[in-house]
């Protein structure tokens, strides 16, 4: 059976199993605005505040500086802080303390869940000159790439203004924090003015060292001799803490990922401990429901995937062919079937897409190119991921022509899709009870980018990437597809809509309220 793409939507069909089954059309990929929010209740997991952070207790208030009310995020109910300590409260941050946030964050006996992470805690160093001087360049590059995050003091208001010279850096100050401790805002004073840089992601790239950094998991007591990160062009976190100290600034922090949402390593510990997956989901989303896919999507499940290589979602001459299984090639224009282990020679020649086969034919097509193997799997070579620059995927790859290279969209149900996330987002070894933790805010993530409609404009709905979560990275294996399967079709939801499923690597003791970081 011939099956045909939208040339108009660039839809692909849905993958078709070796039993025959009836193809089927995938979701237009549409944007579908902002989800529903409502009200919460509270449970017995010590959580911070539901509502947007104040910066009462701050450094504005020390230094009589105005306050930026424009910072924030929306408030997401389900995305609140958590506390991941056994002993520390929420008090440890409840006022501007900075020593205090310092001796939270040098404390190397300070145990909490995930602790085994060798990002628990961390330390980096670097000359204060060297680091005022990268940071004088680095605010002007932070606001050419976030100019809404970077605000000058003008007459007394902090007001977004372009910024092209910001004159020497005589200090950098911690301004905010959450209630978590999460650095909120940095204040840096020039010979210029006064600056005041927002988000979490920026200060981690304003304080990068571009030296060694230093971990320690919580059993251990110290850090380690052997750094986690040898060259810091982006902090692991922003929680943490400055420590001025002969010339140089010491960085103490710990933690790794935005902090948002499920910290990965402390459902392996809570799992391995006896908690269900079930129990660690809803420890992490607040006042979430467990529902499924067909519930919110019927039953078109899924998912197109943006395939990048070296992080860019654009590729130039590539290999496809099936190591089990004949290749079908089609679309509008023409539709040939290739034989097993035949290369086909995939190029972009001035827009067009050029395929040559093995006998020396050619077909060209300035339209979407389908490839299906009939079986399991297609091989995309040269695509560079952590195992390998020969990747296999599932399903459909269709390839687009631009101008001067080609788009690979990868088309398959959520499910397989599923296959190839959970391993390379959570190693097997932290058990398969937390690997199905992974599998359900994994999911959940996929259903609600589907309904955002984020990637609309490029023809999919998530990427492979971290920017949304990382795809046929690692082999796969059995725990995680065991994983998978015992939670088949699950997702989380709020006010009868899939959750925004944030998750990230360790936590630093505290997670993020979502307003204090996007």
């Known amino acids: 059976m011939k099956k045909k793409i939208s040339l108009i939507f660039l839809s692909a069909l849905v993958l078709i199993s070796c039993t025959n089954e009836p193809t089927k059309k995938v979701k237009t990929v549409t944007p579908n605005g902002d989800y529903k929010t409502g009200t919460t209740t509270t449970t017995n997991t010590e959580r911070g505040n539901r509502e947007k952070i104040t910066l009462e207790n701050t450094v504005f208030k020390k230094l009589g500086l105005p306050l930026p009310y424009n910072t924030f995020g929306a408030a997401i109910p389900y995305l609140v802080p958590v506390n991941d300590n056994h002993k520390e409260k929420f008090k440890v941050f409840e006022e501007y303390n900075e020593n205090r946030a310092l001796k939270y964050f040098k404390d190397l006996s300070v145990r909490g869940h995930g602790d085994n992470s060798p990002y628990w805690r961390w330390k980096t160093r670097i000359k204060k000159s060297d680091l005022y001087s990268k940071a004088a360049n680095r605010l002007v590059a932070i606001y050419r790439n976030n100019p809404r995050n970077v605000l000058t003091l003008v007459n007394g208001e902090w007001q977004q203004v372009p910024i ?12 905010a924090r959450g209630e978590s401790g999460i650095i909120t805002h940095m204040l840096v004073i020039t010979s210029n003015g006064k600056y005041l840089i927002a988000k979490e992601f920026n200060v981690r790239k304003l304080l990068a060292t571009n030296n060694a950094l230093y971990g320690s998991k919580g059993e251990e007591g110290v ?10 062009t982006s902090l692991p976190s922003a929680y943490l803490a400055l420590e001025d100290e002969g010339g140089y600034i010491n960085i103490y922090g710990g933690g790794f990922g935005h902090g948002v949402g499920m910290s990965q390593f402390a459902a392996g510990t809570l799992t391995k401990n006896g908690e269900s997956y079930k129990n660690v989901l809803k420890r992490y989303y607040t006042d979430i429901k467990l529902s499924t896919v067909e519930s919110v999507l019927g039953k078109d499940k899924e998912i197109k995937v943006g395939i990048t290589t070296n992080g860019s979602l654009e590729h130039g001459r590539l290999t496809i062919f099936s190591s089990e299984n004949k290749v079908q090639i089609y679309n509008d224009d023409f539709d040939i079937t290739v034989g097993e282990n035949e290369r086909v020679d995939v190029r ?15 077909y060209k097509t300035k339209n979407p190119l389908n490839f299906y193997a009939k079986g399991e799997y297609l091989t995309l070579s040269p695509v560079r991921k952590g195992h390998t620059s020969s990747p ?53 993530y996929a259903v609600s980018d589907i309904l955002k409609g984020k990637y609309a404009q490029d023809g999919f709905h998530i990427k492979d990437t971290v920017e949304s ?25 709020y006010d009868n809509m899939p959750i925004d499923a944030k998750y990230f690597s360790t936590s630093s003791g505290f997670t993020s309220h979502a307003s204090n970081v996007w």
């Open 164 to 175: 092209k010279n910001v004159g020497t850096v005589q200090d950098i100050i911690v301004a």
């Open 223 to 232: 850090y380690n001799s052997k750094p986690v990160i040898a060259n810091v």
């Open 348 to 362: 972009n020649t001035s827009g067009t897409t050029t395929i040559t086969l093995e006998n020396g034919k050619t």
């Open 392 to 444: 296999k995927y599932r399903g459909i790859i269709t390839i687009i022509p631009r101008s001067s290279s080609l788009r690979v969209i990868n088309t398959l149900d959520i499910e397989k899709y599923l296959l190839q996330v959970v391993p390379s987002e959570m190693p097997k070894s932290f058990g398969v009870e937390a690997l199905k933790v992974q599998a359900v805010a994994a999911r959940t």
């Open 469 to 493: 979560q990382v795809y046929n990275n690692q082999v796969e294996n059995e725990e995680a597809t065991r994983a998978i399967e015992e939670t088949e079709g699950e997702i989380m939801t």
